[in-house]
């Protein structure tokens, strides 16, 4: 499996973007880059486990990773909430093919300059009806944030609460929870007027609102909501705040995410030292899984805040295993990762801090250890793509094992 670490290195790529480049300092490159990945996303969707295939070729079957081995594909399937996608690259002529969301995928793309999405579908023949059906969503998963399974109901309404969905019977609503990772949410209709409910991912439902035209994900651009969670920081993280970085404007929804140019070195490293230790790295291919693959996952924004945490207790455990001739070196590089930042996104115009692990590590080492925050995010509020924004002072805003100080600001 050799060619899959290198068919893979390139997702991490997927995790390095900066906030909108000017479209006239754009590398030549850049829009064809966006082309040629829209030209594979709408290939590899015709695609299927049985399709033919030439040895060593890499593509994304049915959202998985695959790779062509003697004539057939073999699949590794992406990670919870991600899907396998090819993106183009940022600084030179080409494309990888990586796990990422949907929603990164479709903003890298249009930042090449290449208009249509993931798959190069033209804006301007979209239905008139796909903007306002993305913007009735919108409104729909704002109304539902107010619903609890008391609220006033006319028969036959349904409705998302609490995550589930409801439906209204005698003047009540009944919730059936969604599957474990689901949460209900209104989502746009494609080929005709409306909406729908549904138990989808975060991620999927933010590229199809986003893919309507509708800015401000999936509740919407709302002033007077970003106006009550900055409130609901304390003061003086308010004081810290970086207003350059996290001030709401127009500007707001072109700030994805902070970029991480060393995340490919993070990757690397790990992988390297792995493969030279003569432990075993054929079961489980520690290798790639813990660097390239699910190293790198565990440190996107949409991750569990244990991820990161769970990848270096796994390094650490590979370091101690029998054959293994640089022991310390791989530990040491794991403690490195775990203080690592993890990726922090633009969430209506507010870039949260990363939430925190709160459980104890296996191993002794990582006592202690906890991942940094990137400069930049907003320190007096926390959350994620798929984790509701939470002040600073609740459980999630400091290190396992430390206690918030909402007066300073400062976990003790």
């Known amino acids: 499996m050799r060619f899959f670490s290198f068919a893979i290195l390139p997702f991490s790529l997927a995790v390095l973007a900066s906030a909108g480049p000017i479209v006239d300092k754009r590398a030549s490159f850049a829009l064809q880059n966006g082309k040629q990945a829209q030209a594979l996303n709408a290939k590899f969707a015709s695609l299927s486990a049985k399709s033919p295939c030439t040895s060593g070729e890499v593509a994304c079957v049915q959202g998985a990773f695959a790779q062509c081995v003697n004539g057939k594909f073999v699949t590794t399937p992406c990670s919870g909430g991600l899907t396998c996608v090819a993106l183009p690259l940022v600084n ?194 520690p290798c790639d899984q813990l660097g390239p693959i699910g190293g790198i996952n565990a440190l996107l924004a949409n991750a569990d805040p244990c991820a990161q945490q769970d990848n270096a207790d796994a390094m650490i455990d590979f370091a101690k295993s029998k054959g293994v001739k640089n022991k310390e070196a791989l530990i040491k590089n794991a403690i490195a990762y775990r203080r690592h930042p993890r990726n922090a996104l633009n969430i209506n115009g507010v870039v949260p801090s990363t939430p925190f692990c709160q459980r104890a590590p296996r ?47 400062t976990c003790e």
């Not at 002794?364 to 994620?384: H, R, S, Y």
């Not at 509701?388 to 396992?400: E, L, N, T, V």
């Open 92 to 285: 030179s002529p080409g494309t990888s093919v990586t796990c990422d969301t949907e929603q990164d995928a479709a903003d890298r793309i249009a930042r090449t300059g290449a208009s249509g999405g993931l798959r190069g579908r033209d804006i301007e023949a979209r239905a008139a009806f796909t903007l306002q059906n993305g913007q009735e969503a919108q409104a729909l998963n704002r109304k539902f944030q107010s619903l609890n399974a008391n609220s006033p109901c006319q028969e036959g309404e349904n409705a998302c609460v609490n995550g589930g969905f409801a439906q209204c019977v005698g003047g009540k609503f009944v919730v059936t929870p969604c599957n474990t990772g689901l949460t209900c949410m209104a989502l746009p209709l494609v080929l005709s007027p409306g909406t729908s409910l549904v138990c989808d991912t975060q991620a999927d439902a933010l590229a199809r609102i986003a893919a309507t035209g509708a800015s401000g994900g999936l509740f919407g651009r709302s002033e007077p909501e970003l106006e009550s969670r900055a409130v609901n920081a304390p003061a003086a993280c308010k004081a810290k705040k970086r207003e350059d970085i996290t001030e709401r404007s127009e500007e707001a929804a072109l700030v994805r995410r902070i970029a991480q140019s060393d995340l490919p070195a993070v990757a690397n490293s790990w992988a390297q030292l792995c493969r030279s230790s003569g432990g075993d790295i054929n079961n489980g291919d």
């Open 363 to 409: 191993n002794p080492e990582l006592k202690g250890v906890v991942n940094a925050q990137l400069d930049g995010v907003d320190p007096g509020l926390f959350g994620a793509p798929n984790i509701a924004i939470f002040p600073f002072g609740q459980s999630g805003s400091c290190p396992f094992g430390k206690k918030a100080n909402t007066k300073t600001c």
